[in-house]
């Protein structure tokens, strides 16, 4: 599953009693980091806002219908710290522990 709006899974690990995901590095951290620290919140501007819904949006969409009808994923934990921001600002869905098929 590759879309532009969702964070790549690179790998995992399965030894002993760890089990670890690991997928690429959004070097903004979460959108929620950005709304609630006042100094991240002042350079979120309401274009560059927009932008950020935007693209999640479009992530969800592909999540649900891009697959394919007997594909499509719901999520069932969207939330501002499930959005992954990149270094312009693109946002980039994670989370995928409590999706459904």
Do not use: Q
Request: aromatic fraction near 10%; proline fraction near 1%.
């Amino acid at each position: 599953m590759y879309h532009h709006n969702i964070i790549p899974f690179v790998g995992y690990c399965d030894e002993g009693d760890e089990m670890i995901s690991v997928y690429e590095y959004a070097s903004n951290g979460s959108l929620d980091y950005h709304l609630e620290e006042e100094d991240k919140r002042r350079c979120l501007t309401w274009v560059k806002r927009l932008k950020i819904c935007l693209g999640a949006a479009k992530g969800l969409n592909y999540l649900h219908t891009g697959l394919g009808e007997d594909n499509n994923v719901i999520h069932r934990d969207f939330k501002s710290g499930n959005i992954l921001l990149d270094d312009n600002l693109e946002a980039k869905i994670c989370d995928f522990e409590l999706s459904k098929s």
